[in-house]
């Protein structure tokens, strides 16, 4: 089985905020692969499917930002997934807006969405999809950045990130990351 997380805040004062870019994207995967995420259980809502003859799984953890290894790992430990299964969307301050990034591995960077899954994973070597929100142009602070929605001109860079994003999982399903890697860092 496969497993696909995309990271976020629950509750309707974040939605379509910059830190919920994973979540966007999960939603998107949802409606892509139609596998409503009609679950909750792990600390998270999530939805199973069969794509291209693959098991999938869905997962918006609901225990916020900080702590989404705590929704990761007992979906893991359930389903007996590998790491290797695993791929993690989350947004990224030092990407510019709209451009993506898929990694193998790596430090945290600073997220602590990604410091929590690691911590309770107990390895940073899983597979990430990383999207760029930019950074704050003014002196505004990153948090305020970060838990600001969209503008209208940024959201057209992001729905090409988005639509960018679900075919590189897509693709993923039946390719070795590697290559996905090769066709989505260009």
Same mark, same amino acid.
């Given at each position: 089985?496969?497993?696909?997380? =995309?990271?976020? &805040?629950?509750?309707? %004062?974040? *939605?379509?905020?910059?830190?919920?870019?994973?979540?966007? #994207?999960?939603?998107?995967?949802?409606?892509?692969?139609?596998?409503?995420?009609?679950?909750?259980? !792990?600390?998270?809502? !999530?939805?199973? =499917?069969?794509? %291209?003859?693959?098991?999938?799984?869905?997962?918006?953890?609901?225990?916020?930002?900080?702590?989404?290894?705590?929704?990761?790992?007992?979906?893991?430990?359930?389903?007996?997934?590998?790491? *290797?299964?695993?791929?993690?969307?989350?947004?990224?301050? $030092?990407?510019?807006?709209?451009? #993506?990034?898929?990694?193998?591995?790596?430090?945290?960077? =600073?997220? &602590?969405? #990604?410091?929590?899954?690691?911590?309770?994973?107990? @390895?940073? %070597?899983?597979?990430?999809?990383?999207?760029? #929100?930019?950074?704050?142009?003014?002196?505004?602070?990153?948090? $305020?950045?970060?838990?600001?929605?969209?503008?209208?001109?940024?959201?057209?860079?992001?729905?090409? /990130?988005?639509?960018?994003?679900?075919? /590189?999982?897509?693709?993923?399903?039946?390719?070795? !990351?590697?290559?996905?890697? &090769? @066709?989505?860092?260009?």
């Amino acid at each position: 089985m496969k497993v696909i997380v =995309g990271l976020g &805040n629950p509750g309707k %004062q974040y *939605e379509r905020t910059r830190h919920n870019i994973g979540f966007m #994207i999960v939603d998107e995967l949802s409606d892509h692969f139609n596998i409503p995420l009609n679950q909750t259980k !792990f600390n998270g809502m !999530f939805g199973m =499917g069969h794509v %291209q003859g693959e098991k999938v799984c869905l997962l918006k953890p609901l225990t916020y930002m900080n702590l989404s290894g705590e929704s990761l790992r007992p979906l893991m430990d359930y389903y007996d997934v590998e790491i *290797e299964d695993i791929v993690v969307i989350y947004d990224d301050l $030092d990407l510019p807006a709209g451009k #993506i990034r898929l990694r193998q591995k790596g430090s945290p960077g =600073g997220h &602590n969405g #990604i410091k929590s899954i690691i911590q309770h994973v107990h @390895t940073d %070597q899983f597979k990430r999809v990383r999207v760029g #929100i930019g950074r704050p142009q003014t002196n505004m602070k990153v948090v $305020d950045y970060v838990l600001g929605r969209f503008t209208d001109d940024e959201m057209i860079s992001m729905k090409e /990130a988005m639509e960018r994003s679900v075919l /590189a999982c897509e693709k993923w399903l039946n390719e070795p !990351f590697l290559n996905v890697m &090769n @066709t989505y860092n260009s």
